[in-house]
């Protein structure tokens, strides 16, 4: 297995995990024994494997997976809800069956895409310019920490009357600013 392993995720190839009838999951890749919450880690990644049963070479990759969500259902991380579940359920059986696997894959790929267009969206709004008036505040915070350690240490810093005016004007640009980023935030509410 000495293939170079690709940053894409559509084209690595996965990672052979053998579980063992003692139950613990040993990764070829690192040869090291792992945990599930080493593959949940590496789900959240982007990081593809399959689950090999290591006495009949059977793929449970299936199965390990839906323990991994059993884990987090119990573990107070609850996402799927109870109406959800049951539907999911009464699936079994029916002559849709079948179609439910996709229209949940096609869902779950769907929610991902309008997941990352709002990040970008965020991001966007966020970034840059947008940071600015938070950046002058930070200055402004420290140079009035600097001012009281000065007092405190004996070193009074000299007190200006112009640069009280400059501080005013900066003071009431900031204003402006922050009433611009709260209408982007309401507007991204909205959205």
């Known amino acids: 297995m000495d293939q170079v392993r690709s940053a894409d995720p559509a084209k690595q190839i996965p990672v052979v995990i053998k579980k063992y009838a ?7 890749d690192t040869s090291s024994y792992i945990t599930l919450e080493h593959l949940a880690v590496m789900t959240r990644q982007g990081r ?9 070479g059977e793929d449970i990759t299936h199965n390990v997976l839906t323990q991994i969500v059993m884990d987090g259902e119990n573990g107070g991380q609850t996402m799927l809800p109870v109406p959800f579940l049951r539907q999911l ?3 079994y059986g029916d002559s849709m069956q079948s179609m439910v696997p996709h229209y949940l894959e096609a869902s779950m790929a769907a929610f991902a895409k309008n997941q990352a267009q709002f990040r970008d969206s965020v991001a966007g709004a ?4 947008a ?6 505040l930070a200055k402004q915070n420290m140079a009035m920490f600097q001012a009281a350690a000065d ?7 000299l007190v200006k009357s112009e640069p009280a005016k400059a501080e005013t004007g900066e003071l009431d640009a900031l204003k402006a600013q922050m009433v611009t980023l709260q209408a982007q935030l309401e507007k991204l509410s909205k959205v």
């Open 126 to 129: 966020f970034g840059g310019a």
């Open 89 to 91: 359920i009464a699936m």
């Open 22 to 28: 003692n139950r613990r999951l040993y990764n070829t």
């Open 151 to 157: 007092m405190l240490t004996g070193r009074a810093a």
């Open 131 to 136: 940071f600015k008036p938070f950046e002058t």
């Open 48 to 56: 593809d494997f399959q689950v090999f049963d290591a006495k009949t």
